[in-house]
């Protein structure tokens, strides 16, 4: 495959499969958090916390990119703190792409998670407790294997989201060619360029495989664990 | 062990205050629905916060609103056992029993309600009877100091029901626990209750033995067909013929059918229905049971109806009559007359 990708080509997918999984690895526990706060309980804020969740979903991406560039660029107030306490950065680095994935996947994947829970009947939670089963059981015995295949979907869901973000991306992380150029900047990049068609091609085919593979593996998951959850 | 309960809560224009003791044994709250029996056994299992009130089992007080005391669900070692089963469907029927119980030994349970051969199955290939004995077994299995049902048999079939009764009828004999068991069936709660309280539009109409409440004709409607009294009663020989003798307070039954030996305690019951009135001794009839009793209570039904409270031997028991037969026969309390006993049940 190595070879009839160039090293341009190849870096972008390699780099987008990198950004997409840990953007997935690195929403996945908040948004399962976020998700069942949202699905059951009732506290103060609840509206606020579920607009800001949705915030990414309406905005336009650029605006979502240069806010993360106001908060985590070099001279801005959470990004020179990384820098200067951990000496880690997010600006122009591929660390930043994986963050704006995972911001801009995070609305979809809260809500195929919240649906997925929302779907799980609190009465099986209810008698879990009477089991002897406190809320940490609860959570990890009941709800969360009965939510799985909505988990996964969501999960899914996301990593696609993840492949194919641009705006925010590129808008926050610039598009530099093996750091934080991704597949959909790269495409962009080679349309810029005369003749650079026949790379952009490769690449939307190479996008087009990696997507309808994604959601057909998911499908394919969800089915088997819902089946398995159901007892059939 | 007793529970106390003392519960009052306001919702939805619907004003629930009911105070009552729950011995060891079966506990029935009894009512049509919409009388507040799940709102109390919810309260009781801590799934809703009554606004006043106060639950104590066995002196542990689990709910207290004038202390502030709510002890969560999870830690008042309750068995709750739901009308829908509510077995866990991603789990075995083994890791269900095992739910409120990871560590020790199952089999006792698992023998007890015949479950060995469904061990291996999910929840969602069970019928519905199983199901719900499975539900028993892991409510039991969960060592609790209270068991909880929540009309268990009100889902089933009547082939499933009578499936299921005789577990519960095991379960009141051997438990150690108080049950507290809702049900809006007369035949269930005749069969099962050793306390029955009545459940009214949020109030407590009756409380006390079962043979005391079942046997008021103010409890039970006279429209019901299986309204019937409790007894108690002991063998006292089996005949040749195959009849059997049995003494309840100062009167005698002869019963067929009957193999418990001679000196065992059973429960009878014997529906309204089946207890005629005569104010003459009567010859020339085939029944074999006429005992002579006192009318204690009438109760005239809206319909054509009427259900008569007799007492024999200290025991009380039910005639269902038509108020014709009532006037013509000008019945009164304190009248003696003679009951004539068509059909007995026998439970154990």
Redesign the interface.
Known sequence: MAEWLSPAEWQAVALSLRVAIWAVLLSLPFAIFVAHALARWEFVGKQVLNGLVHLPLVLPPVVTGYLLLMTFGRRAPVGMFLEQTFGFTFAFQWTGAALAAAIMAFPLVVRAIRLSIEAVDP??E?????????NARVFA??TL??ALPGIIAGAVLGYAKAMGEFGATITFVSNIPGQTQTLPSAIYSFLQVPGGESSAIRLVAIAIVISMTALILSEYLSKIIAR????? | MTVQINIRHAFDGFDLAARFDAPKGVTALFGASGSGKTTIINAVAGLLAPQNGRIVVDGRVLFDSKTGVNTPPNKRKIGYIFQDARLFPHMTVRQNLTYGRPTGPIDAVVDMLGLDSLLGRRPAKLSGGEAQRVAIGRALLSNPDLILADEPLAALDEARKSEILPYFEKLRDHAKVPILYVSHSANEVARLATTVVVLNKGRVTHAGSAETVLSDPTVTPTGVRSAGAVMQARVVTHDDDGLTVLSIGASNLIVPNCDAPVGTDLRLRIAAQDVMIATAPLSGISALNTLPATITAIRKGDGPGALVQLETGGAPFLARITQRSLTALGLTVGQTVHAVIKAVSIDR
Do not use: N
């Open positions: 009465k099986l209810h008698a879990a407790r009477t089991l002897g089963a406190g015995t009941i294997p009965l398995k959850v159901r007892g059939q």
